[in-house]
């Protein structure tokens, strides 16, 4: 109940009655007041706004069913406890209630129960309006927490938006940062080789122009130098084609029994006394078609990695094994297809890798060796090779806990075994006096091939594009080969020049010349290609092989 009394006002035209009622109620402590008429009764209501009006039913002016009905409607909240004579009918009560009275007494009331009825209706009425106070309020703390829900998520919608776009931001700069180390890598690189090849090329114009005598010694000392650097260069683009999964992988089908005898104990000296070394073979290994030559060098890299993370020495296996992985496998489950592989397990006790820079092991240039020691080359290329050749290849490291380097090659079913009519000595087969005609758009390198091929006694016709090369195909001399670079300007590339001399003359000999083989449309099969920059002597072997005679080409 509240502090302040509640109000009740009494209608009533028996001023008796009336008298009654309000000593019994202002005894409870409630404050009222009186109407005999219900046209007072209303007026009343509207000025004083009692909490409870005890309205009896017959008035002399109008029915009290009316001004119930009257108060009901203009004052919902209102408690209206309708009283009559006792000869009133069940209908009458019916239609009081049926008015909006909230209960009714039939005269004579005794006091008590007059007394017990109003208190319990002004309970009822404090209890309803303490419900209505708690609904409102739940209602405006639903409405708050609503409002707050979704600011929040408005926030948190803000928050993605922010974080996708520093994500993007991030992700931009590190391939900016990556291509940066990149270039940056080649550059250094390629810097150096540059600097000895023209340092010794000078050196070598120098004497000449000089007439100084240099011993002849000297001059192959200046020309070797040279000579090596290329190769190195040569080197490099291998691994970072190998990276960019754009070598030319000559597939053989290889069987690892026999090409781990082979590397055995080249793979030993590698690694170094100081190292413990073995070497463990499954029985019955599958075959898988791949270039056996990178793959020997990604086993060396793995090895290499694997010594020099032993500076104080350490064991060093390697060992392979038949795996078929399925939907539960381990391997799977880390990325790698499902399917039957030959698997190459690297492993050492070195000082082993942090993640992060597991994370970043494959990158070209990304090395931890001091400057001079490492190029950063090494996984790229295992990395590009096993890629390319369908396989996958995880890392098992900690840091001080050494390293697990397993390689996935994918079975094959062994072809049809190697070609044994090849000639065991390659050398034999080098020069020739047949008429090479030479297609390269780019004038220094077909002057430079004409000079070689010529020093091999060929005679030589040359072309700077594909026209002029189908023109001298009539040439009355006769052309016993045709030897094309791929990838040439006007139009017409190496290999589709390759295809209509194919048509045009089919039995003339073919050799395609690429350092960029993997455009589209090229079948490696179709024709032979020799991979830039190549050797003198693989130039002259890879001749007598495209004019028919029979040489190893590896
Ligand atoms: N077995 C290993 N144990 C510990 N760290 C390794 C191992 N193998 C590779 N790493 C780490 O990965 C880095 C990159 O290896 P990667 O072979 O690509 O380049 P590199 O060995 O530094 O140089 P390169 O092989 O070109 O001479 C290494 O510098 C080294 O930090
Ligand atoms: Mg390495």
């Known amino acids: 109940m509240s502090a302040e009394p509640s109000r009740i006002l009494i209608v009533d035209d028996d001023e008796a009655a009336r008298y009654v009622k309000r000593r019994l109620l202002q005894a409870q402590g409630y404050t009222v007041s009186e109407a005999s008429l219900g046209r007072d009764a209303v007026v009343l209501a509207a000025a004083e706004e009692p909490h409870l009006a005890l309205l009896d039913v017959k008035l002399p002016d109008v029915s009290g069913i009316e001004v119930c009905r009257e108060i009901k409607s203009r004052y919902p909240q209102i408690i209206v406890l309708q009283t009559s004579a006792a000869f009133t009918g069940v209908a009458d009560r019916t239609r009081a209630l049926d008015g909006g009275a909230d209960s009714y007494l039939v005269e004579p009331i005794e006091p008590d129960e007059l007394i017990a009825t109003v208190n319990a209706l002004l309970r009822m009425r404090d209890a309803e309006q303490q419900a209505g106070r708690i609904t409102r309020n739940l209602e405006q703390l639903v409405d708050e927490r609503t409002h707050e829900l979704a600011e929040a998520n408005r926030h948190l919608a803000d928050e993605i938006a922010d974080r996708r776009q520093a994500e993007a931001a991030l992700w931009h700069t590190q391939k900016l940062d990556l291509i940066g180390q990149l270039t940056g890598g080649i550059a250094h690189d390629f810097n150096n080789l540059l600097m000895v090849i023209s340092g010794n090329l000078e050196l070598l114009h120098e004497a000449f122009d000089g007439g100084a005598k240099l011993p002849p010694a000297e001059i192959r000392q200046l020309l070797g130098n040279a000579e090596a650097a290329t190769e190195h260069a040569a080197k490099i683009t291998q691994q970072l084609l190998a990276f960019a999964r754009r070598s030319t992988l000559t597939e053989e089908t290889v069987c690892f029994t026999d090409l781990l005898a082979d590397s055995e104990g080249f793979l030993r000296r590698a690694a170094g006394e100081a190292i413990e070394f073995s070497c463990a073979c ?125 390689v996935y090659l994918p079975r094959s079913v062994p072809l049809t075994e190697p070609s044994a009519n090849a000639d065991p000595d390659p050398r034999h087969a080098a020069r020739g006096s047949e008429t090479v005609l030479i297609v390269d758009d780019n004038e220094d390198v077909r002057e430079v091939t004409a000079v070689i091929v010529r020093s091999l006694g060929y005679e030589v016709l040359t072309a700077g594009d594909a026209a002029e090369a189908l023109a001298l195909l009539h040439s009355p001399r006769g052309i016993d080969l045709l030897m094309s670079d791929i990838v040439m300007s006007g139009g017409i590339n190496g290999f589709e020049l390759a295809k209509r001399v194919h048509v045009l003359s089919p039995g003339l000999p073919i050799l395609l010349i690429s350092g960029y083989p993997a455009d589209r449309g090229i079948e490696a099969d179709e024709f032979p290609i020799l991979r830039k920059p190549y050797r003198r002597e693989q130039l002259a072997r890879y001749i007598r092989a495209a004019l028919g005679d029979p040489v190893v080409l590896s």
């Open 282 to 406: 499954g029985s019955g290994l599958w075959h898988c078609r791949v270039d056996p030559v990178q793959l020997e060098a990604a086993v060396l890299n793995l090895v290499v990695n694997a010594r020099d993370a032993m500076p104080r020495g350490g064991k060093l296996n390697i060992e392979v094994i038949n795996v078929s992985l399925d939907r539960t496998s381990n391997e799977v489950e880390r990325g790698a297809p499902i399917g039957d592989y030959v698997k190459i397990v690297v492993s050492d006790t070195g000082e082993g890798m942090s993640p992060d820079v597991i994370e970043r092991v494959f990158e070209p240039f990304f090395t931890t060796k001091e400057v001079g020691k490492g190029s950063g080359l090494g996984l790229s290329q295992v990395y590009g090779f096993v890629k390319q050749s369908g396989g996958h290849i995880l890392i098992d490291s900690k840091p001080g806990k050494g390293t697990m380097l397993s």
